[in-house]
C-alpha cells in the first residue's frame, strides 16, 4: 500500500537513507514501496542525542534509516538500555516492549515508543530539579 505525506514549505523527511527536503510551497509525495520514511519532526540529530534515552533514541534511527553495520548497532543498543535499565530500574518495563520491536526489526515501533522514554526521562528530570 502507498504512503501520501504531505510536507509543509521546507520541511525534510528522510526517506530510504536519503534526506529530502521540500522547497517554499506544499507539496504531496506518495512513496509506492516499501521503504524507511521518517518526517523532520521524528528525526533527532547526532547533536542533540545527549541523555541516555535520546542516545538509544538516536541508536534505533539509525536502525531504522541506515541497514549498515546492524550488528554494531545492536550493540550499541543493547549497551545504552542495559546501562539506562541499571540506572533507573523503572524503565524496564518500556525498554523491554521497546526492545521486543528492536529484535523483531520493527524500528518505526521502537521509535515511537523511544519517544515515550524519552518524555518519561524529561518528566523525571522535571520531578528530580523540583520543576513540576
Known amino acids: 500500500m502507498a504512503l501520501k505525506i504531505t510536507l509543509k514549505p521546507h520541511e ?3 526517506i530510504g ?3 529530502v527536503a521540500n522547497g517554499d510551497s506544499k507539496c504531496s509525495l ?5 521503504v524507511a520514511v521518517l ?3 521524528d528525526i533527532l540529530r547526532e547533536k542533540d542525542a545527549v541523555t541516555p534515552c535520546r ?10 534509516v541506515d ?4 550488528v554494531e548497532k545492536h550493540n550499541i543498543y543493547w549497551s545504552l538500555v542495559k546501562d539506562l535499565v541499571e540506572a533507573a530500574p523503572s524503565t ?12 523483531n526489526g520493527k524500528y518505526y515501533l521502537a521509535l515511537k515508543l523511544a519517544r515515550k522514554l524519552i518524555e518519561y ?3 523525571a528530570t522535571r520531578h528530580v530539579s523540583g520543576g513540576y
Not at 524496564?92 to 529484535?103: P, Q
Request: charge should be negative; avoid cysteine; hydrophobic fraction near 45%.
Open 121 to 123: 526521562e524529561e518528566e
Open 55 to 64: 542516545r538509544i533514541y538516536f541508536m534505533i534511527q539509525l536502525l531504522y
Open 67 to 70: 541497514d549498515t553495520n546492524v
Open 30 to 34: 506518495i512513496v509506492e514501496n516499501n
Open 92 to 103: 524496564a518495563g518500556l525498554v523491554a516492549d521497546i526492545s521486543e520491536h528492536v529484535l
Open 39 to 41: 518526517r523532520e519532526k
Open 17 to 19: 537513507g536519503a534526506v
Open 12 to 14: 525534510r523527511l528522510i
